[in-house]
């Protein structure tokens, strides 16, 4: 028999893929078996902290092993989200993202990457209002006396975000724009640390994710003014909607969950199931439904349907309005 080196060449190839090909499978069909880290892109004691810690610790039932929360603050969530879209896709690095995740890409003149080619989409979680509040103590107890302070003292009225581009960002520079006052944008690198200094008087007011305000209204030391929704939201009634003082007004949060592009389906199949699972705990409907967030999981197609449509409403109006990053 004649040896034929490329022959030869061409099976041990052929030998090599086909292995590598059963060690891929076998380490897909033993995902996950070690801890799983979610990325926060903000500073631990915010809302989207909060929900992580409740989202992890019943996704972690479902899957087998620990969801370590992992804090990463900073730059408007890109430091968080960059690590992730850096990471290996291999189901072991998810972040949650939120309103910021589909306003950067307008609002920032580069990224460290690419937002719609970065990412593959897990699950759609909740949505839901941000709110306006003021310490207890503060002299504006309606939206009417904001809005009479913020036109007769141009720019000396301080709102806290959890971060540049957060819904709590444009939130408050949509009512800017549209209540046609000046009042001026004070960043922090989470709503944990942006509420501290709310509450000891170095801010006036702040617009937050109603996860991370409700217990600080509930406590009775924040009063809230308002919500971004166009309408009152359900679980707070009593709280009145921006728009009946701001025409046209609307603004909403949202929580979804990414991880790498390239990650395998069956992975992604397994995490939307385990967080469909979680968002169906009692504890963790418990969790949002009294903050006016409603539990909208579903399969990753629609997250990357609904933040599509929120890049592109979201762009028209940062170019509409002017809007940037301060």
Same mark, same amino acid.
């Given at each position: 028999?004649?040896?034929?080196?490329?022959?030869?060449?061409?099976?041990?190839?052929?030998?090599?893929?086909?292995?590598?090909?059963?060690?891929?499978?076998?380490?897909?069909? /033993?995902?996950?078996?070690?801890?799983?880290?979610?990325?926060?892109?903000?500073?631990?004691?915010? /809302?989207?902290?909060?929900?992580?810690?409740?989202?992890?610790?019943?996704?972690?039932?479902?899957?087998?092993?620990?969801?370590?929360?992992?804090?990463?603050?900073?730059?408007?969530?890109?430091?968080?989200?960059?690590?992730?879209?850096?990471?290996?896709?291999? /189901?072991?690095?998810?972040?949650?993202?939120?309103?910021?995740?589909?306003?950067?890409?307008?609002?920032?003149?580069?990224?460290?990457?690419?937002?719609?080619?970065?990412?593959?989409?897990?699950?759609?979680?909740?949505?839901? #209002?941000?709110?306006?509040?003021?310490?207890?103590?503060?002299?504006?107890?309606?939206?009417?006396?904001?809005?009479?302070?913020?036109?007769?003292? #141009?720019?000396?009225?301080?709102?806290?975000?959890?971060?540049?581009?957060?819904?709590?960002?444009?939130?408050?520079?949509?009512?800017?724009?549209?209540?046609?006052?000046?009042?001026?944008?004070? #960043?922090?690198?989470?709503?944990?640390?942006?509420?501290?200094?709310?509450?000891?008087?170095?801010?006036?007011?702040?617009?937050?994710?109603?996860?991370?305000?409700?217990?600080?209204?509930?406590? /009775?030391?924040?009063?809230?003014?308002?919500?971004?929704?166009?309408?009152?939201?359900?679980?707070?009634?009593?709280?009145?909607?921006?728009?009946?003082?701001?025409?046209?007004y609307a603004v909403e949060s949202w929580y979804g969950i990414f991880v790498p592009a390239g990650t395998p389906a069956d992975v992604i199949a397994k995490l939307n199931a385990a967080a469909n699972k979680a968002t169906q705990d009692a504890e963790f409907r418990k969790r949002l439904e009294p903050e006016g967030l409603s539990v909208s999981t579903g399969a990753p197609a629609e997250l990357d349907t609904y933040v599509r449509a929120e890049e592109a409403r979201w762009r028209k109006v940062v170019?509409?309005?002017?809007?940037?990053?301060?």
């Open positions: 028999m004649t040896f034929h080196p490329v022959r030869a060449l061409f099976a041990r190839l052929a030998t090599g893929l086909a292995i590598s090909a059963i060690a891929a499978g076998s380490a897909l069909a /033993g995902y996950p078996d070690r801890p799983i880290k979610m990325i926060v892109p903000f500073a631990p004691g915010g /809302g989207t902290d909060s929900i992580a810690r409740t989202l992890g610790a019943a996704m972690s039932q479902t899957l087998g092993q620990p969801v370590i929360i992992d804090n990463k603050p900073g730059a408007g969530t890109i430091i968080g989200t960059d690590f992730v879209a850096k990471s290996a896709p291999d /189901g072991y690095a998810l972040v949650v993202a939120t309103f910021a995740h589909a306003v950067n890409p307008s609002l920032m003149a580069k990224l460290p990457f690419d937002t719609d080619k970065a990412f593959s989409p897990v699950a759609l979680l909740a949505r839901g #209002p941000n709110i306006l509040m003021v310490r207890a103590d503060s002299p504006y107890k309606s939206m009417q006396d904001v809005l009479a302070a913020a036109r007769a003292n #141009p720019g000396k009225l301080t709102f806290a975000s959890q971060g540049n581009g957060t819904s709590a960002h444009l939130a408050g520079e949509m009512f800017n724009n549209l209540a046609k006052v000046q009042m001026t944008h004070v #960043p922090y690198k989470g709503a944990g640390p942006a509420m501290t200094d709310l509450l000891g008087g170095q801010v006036d007011m702040m617009f937050a994710t109603a996860a991370a305000a409700a217990p600080q209204i509930a406590s /009775g030391k924040l009063r809230a003014l308002g919500v971004t929704t166009s309408r009152r939201s359900p679980a707070l009634k009593d709280i009145p909607a921006i728009a009946e003082s701001v025409p046209g170019k509409e309005n002017n809007l940037k990053i301060d």
